[in-house]
C-alpha cells in the first residue's frame, strides 16, 4: 500500500536527521519562540535545522541564496521568481530563505564562488518587516561580530550580493531598509554587483522596476560568476500527486485548517502570525448610511485565548477566498470536477517549503491557502505561455508577458486575478495543461489583512474592535467589479451574524463556517500585531489626532481610553480629534459616541470635522488643521504628541507638510527649519503615524 506523506515525511525527518522546513512557515509554521508543536508535521519548521545559512547551501549544493524582508508576500515572491530564474536561465542552484530562519554570524564565512540576493521590503517608517528585525539589527549594528573575526581583513570581503528593494516614495524613508542594508553591508567589506534596484509602489511601478532592474542585474552576475545563459525550461518546485486513496473526508487532510493543531481539533497558543486564533465575533454592525458603501464594525473576542493587546496594535484577519473566483480559478483550469481531489504536494527542492500544509484539496488550496485574487504579474503570465491551450492563446500569453504597454492596458489597468487573465484570452478550452506547481509557486499565500484596533485595552480587554471599509469599486472599461477579498468576507459573516442563511455581498459567497464547519458560530481567525502608535504614557500630555475615514479607528480607542481614565479621576490633556469624510448623513463614524466621549472628557475633548461633499467647496482635514493653526501649535510647544492615521499616499503627506506651514508660520521661521522640527518630532515618536 501507498505511504501516507505524513508517514513519508516523518520517514525523511528520521532518515536526513534534518530537513529545514516543510512548509513556508510563515503562516504554517510554528515561530522560533514556539517550536513546541505540532510535530514534525508538514506544518512546521522541524527542530533542529540549521540555522547557518552556508552551511545549509553546502549541505543542499546550493551556489545562490535569495533572502527575503516581506511583510505582505510580495518580496518573497521576488525572491522566489529570482530563484526560479537563476535556475532555469543560468543553471543557478539557488534557494530562497526567509531571514528570521538564520543566523549571521557566519556570513564572514561565505565563499567567494557564491552570490546572496536580498530582496528587502521597507515596512512603516523605514522599519525592517517583522521577520528581519534580527537581520537588521545585527547587520546594521555598531560592533557586528561574526564567529571566526580575522582583523586583517574587512569580514565579508569574500562575499558577493544583489540587492533589491521594495518601498514607497510616499513614505519618507523611502526605501531605506534595502539602503541601510547595502551601506552596511559595503561597509563590512561586501561587493555588490550590478546597482542596487528599489521598487516603488507609491508610483504604481514596484512590478515594472523589479522587472526592469533584473535584466542588467543577470547580466553583471552572469559575467562577475562566469555563468552562461541557457534555453529556459520550466521545472517545477513542487509535485503535486492526486491521491485516489484519500477522500476529502479522511482525517488527515487539510480542508482549509491554518495547521496541524487546528487540523486536530486542538487548536491551541501561543496565537501569532504561525498560528491564528479562531476568534468568536461578538457583535458587527454597519456605520454607513450610504447604500452602495459599506463599513463596518466589530467586536472581536479574544478572551480564553491568551491574547493581549494594547491601544494601538492591530489585528490581522485570516480570509477566505469567495465561492465566486474559487469556482472561477478552478473552473478556467478544467478542475470543478476534482476540485475535492486530495492533492499531496511535495517540494522536490530541500530549500523550498510548501506554503501551504498537505494533503490538502483544490478547492482547499484555492479558498484557504492561496491569493488567488491579487495583483498578476507580467513575468506569471509569460511563465504560463507554454502551456496555454492555444497556439493563439500561447501567443497573446506571450505578448502579455512582454510588451509592458499592451500588459498594463488588458490586465493591470483592469485589475484582473490569474483566472480571469486565463478567461479573458481563452474561454472555450480549459487550461488543463498547467502544472499546478506554477500556481504554488507563483501566487502569493494569501495574506492576513490588518486593521488598526478601534477600541482601548482599558476599556475592553478581551474585547477588539475593528473598523473596516468594505472595497468595493467598478473597475473602469469593464463590468467587473473590483472587490478586497477579506473585507467582503468580513460583510458577509455580518451578514450571517445578522440573520441573512447564504449571504453574498456583492454577489460573492463564502465558506462562513469555514473548514469542517469549525468556524460556525460566526468566527473569524485572527491574530493580534503590536505595533509603535502608542498613547504617550502620561495621560495629562495633549494629543492631536488626524483620522479620516477609517482612519479614525485607532483614535476612537485613544479617546475611548481617555474618556475612562477621565471617568477614574485621573488628570487627562487635551485631545483634538480631526476627522473627515464625505458626507455628514453618509459616513459620519461613531457619530453619537464622540458626543459620549465630550461628556466624559469635557473641554478636553475638541473634536473638528471635515465633509469634503457637503458644501459647495471639498474641505478636507488639512483645511481643518490650517484653521486651527495656533491651536495646535500651542499644544505641541506644550509636550503634545501628533497622530496621523489612514491613507498614505495623499492624506499623511499633506497633513505633513501643513503641519510644517503651521509650525513656520506660528513660530515665525522659515519651513526648512519647520520641517527640521517636524522630523524632530518623528525621530522622538512626538509624530507618529499608522498608515496604508
Ligand atoms: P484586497 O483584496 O486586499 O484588495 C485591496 C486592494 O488591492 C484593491 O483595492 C486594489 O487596489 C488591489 N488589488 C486587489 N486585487 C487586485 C488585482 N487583481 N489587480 C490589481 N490590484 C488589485 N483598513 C480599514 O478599513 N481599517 C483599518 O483600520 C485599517 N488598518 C490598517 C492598518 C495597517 C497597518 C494596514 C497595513 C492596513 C490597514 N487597513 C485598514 C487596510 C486593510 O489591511 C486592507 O488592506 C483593506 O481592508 C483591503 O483588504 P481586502 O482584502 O478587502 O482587499
Same mark, same amino acid.
Given at each position: ?15 536526513? !536527521? ?58 518573497? $515572491? ?19 530563505? $526567509? ?75 523611502? %526605501? ?27 508610483? !504604481? ?20 560568476? &562566469? ?41 491551541? &497558543? ?57 469556482? =472561477?480559478?478552478?473552473?478556467?483550469? &478544467? ?226 481610553? =481617555? ?121 522622538? %515618536?512626538?509624530?507618529?503615524? $499608522?498608515?496604508?
Amino acid at each position: 500500500a501507498q505511504l501516507d506523506v505524513l508517514d513519508l515525511a516523518v520517514l525523511a525527518v528520521l532518515l536526513a !536527521g534534518t530537513v529545514a522546513y516543510f512548509t513556508k512557515g510563515t503562516y504554517w509554521g510554528i515561530s522560533k519562540a514556539s517550536q513546541v508543536s505540532p510535530s514534525s508535521s508538514a506544518t512546521g519548521p522541524i527542530k533542529g535545522a540549521t540555522r547557518d545559512v552556508i552551511e545549509k547551501m553546502q549541505e543542499t549544493g546550493k551556489d545562490c541564496v535569495i533572502f527575503y524582508a516581506s511583510q505582505t508576500g510580495t518580496a518573497e $515572491d521576488y525572491a522566489s521568481r529570482l530563484a526560479k530564474e537563476g535556475h532555469s536561465r543560468f543553471g543557478l542552484n539557488t534557494m530562497v530563505a $526567509d531571514l528570521e530562519d538564520y543566523d549571521y554570524d557566519t556570513l564572514d564565512t561565505f565563499p567567494s564562488n557564491k552570490i546572496a540576493m536580498f530582496v528587502l521590503a521597507t515596512y512603516g517608517e523605514g522599519e525592517p518587516t517583522d521577520n528581519a528585525v534580527e537581520f537588521y539589527e545585527f547587520i546594521t549594528g555598531e560592533d557586528v561580530t561574526f564567529s571566526d573575526p580575522d582583523d586583517s581583513e574587512a569580514p565579508l570581503h569574500n562575499m558577493k550580493y544583489v540587492t533589491f528593494g521594495l518601498g514607497n516614495n510616499t513614505y519618507e524613508h523611502y %526605501n531605506a531598509m534595502v539602503r541601510r542594508v547595502d551601506l552596511a553591508l559595503q561597509k563590512l567589506g561586501a561587493n555588490r554587483i550590478g546597482t542596487a534596484g528599489e521598487g516603488d509602489d507609491g508610483a !504604481g511601478t514596484m512590478e515594472e522596476d523589479f522587472l526592469a532592474w533584473k535584466e542588467p542585474m543577470w547580466l553583471a552576475l552572469a559575467e562577475a560568476m &562566469g555563468l552562461e545563459e541557457r534555453e529556459a525550461v520550466y521545472e517545477p518546485v513542487f509535485k503535486v500527486t492526486e491521491r485516489e486513496d484519500l477522500t476529502a473526508e479522511a482525517d488527515n487532510v487539510y480542508l482549509g485548517e491554518p495547521n496541524k493543531n487546528h487540523l486536530e481539533g486542538l487548536s491551541k &497558543g501561543p496565537y501569532n502570525a504561525h498560528n491564528p486564533f479562531i476568534a468568536p465575533i461578538a457583535e458587527s454592525r454597519e456605520l454607513f448610511t450610504a447604500k452602495d458603501r459599506n463599513c463596518l464594525h466589530m467586536d472581536i473576542e479574544i478572551s480564553g485565548s491568551n491574547l493581549s493587546y494594547q491601544t494601538g496594535d492591530h489585528l490581522a484577519v485570516w480570509p477566505t477566498n469567495s465561492g465566486k473566483e474559487v469556482n =472561477r480559478f478552478l473552473e478556467v483550469l &478544467g478542475l470543478t470536477s476534482r476540485s475535492h481531489t486530495v492533492i499531496a504536494v511535495k517540494s522536490l527542492d530541500a530549500t523550498a517549503k510548501v506554503p501551504f500544509p498537505t494533503p490538502t484539496t483544490y478547492d482547499a488550496a484555492a479558498s484557504y491557502y492561496l491569493e488567488i485574487c491579487g495583483t498578476v504579474s507580467r513575468q506569471f503570465v509569460a511563465s504560463i505561455a507554454p502551456f496555454a491551450p492555444t497556439d493563439t492563446a500561447k501567443a497573446e500569453m506571450t505578448k502579455l508577458g512582454n510588451d509592458k504597454d499592451y500588459f498594463h492596458e488588458r490586465v493591470a489597468e483592469k485589475y484582473l486575478n490569474i483566472a480571469q487573465v486565463l478567461e479573458k484570452v481563452e474561454k472555450s478550452q480549459k487550461w488543463t495543461g498547467i502544472p499546478f506547481s506554477i500556481f504554488i509557486e507563483g501566487l502569493h499565500r494569501i495574506q492576513p489583512r490588518y486593521y488598526s484596533i478601534s477600541s482601548s485595552s482599558l476599556v475592553q480587554k478581551n474585547k477588539v474592535s475593528i473598523t473596516a471599509v468594505v472595497e468595493s469599486s467598478q473597475i473602469s472599461g469593464s463590468p467587473e467589479m473590483l472587490k478586497g477579498v477579506t473585507t467582503n468576507y468580513l460583510l458577509a459573516l455580518k451578514q450571517k451574524q445578522h440573520g441573512d442563511p447564504n449571504p453574498d455581498p456583492h454577489g460573492l459567497s463564502y465558506a462562513i463556517t469555514g473548514p469542517r464547519n469549525k468556524y460556525d458560530g460566526i468566527h473569524v481567525p485572527v491574530h493580534i500585531r503590536h505595533s509603535n502608535f502608542k498613547l504617550p504614557s502620561d495621560p495629562s500630555k495633549p494629543i492631536v489626532m488626524i483620522g479620516p475615514g477609517t482612519g479614525v479607528a485607532p483614535f476612537r480607542a485613544f479617546v475611548q481610553e =481617555r474618556a475612562e481614565q477621565a471617568k477614574a479621576g485621573e488628570n487627562v490633556g487635551k485631545c483634538v480629534l480631526f476627522f473627515g469624510c464625505r458626507r455628514k448623513t453618509e459616513d459620519f463614524l461613531y457619530q453619537n459616541e464622540w458626543e459620549e466621549y465630550k461628556k466624559a472628557l469635557g473641554d478636553n475633548f475638541i473634536f473638528v470635522t471635515a465633509f469634503s461633499r457637503d458644501g459647495p467647496e471639498k474641505v478636507y482635514v488639512q483645511h481643518r488643521l490650517r484653521e486651527h493653526a495656533q491651536l495646535i501649535d500651542a499644544l505641541l510647544q506644550d509636550r503634545g504628541y501628533f497622530y496621523v492615521c489612514g491613507d498614505a499616499a495623499h492624506m499623511a503627506r499633506e497633513v505633513n507638510s501643513t503641519l510644517a506651514e503651521i509650525i513656520a508660520k506660528q513660530r515665525n521661521i522659515n519651513e526648512a527649519q519647520a520641517e527640521d522640527i517636524v522630523k524632530t518630532m518623528r525621530a522622538r %515618536n512626538r509624530y507618529q503615524e $499608522d498608515v496604508w
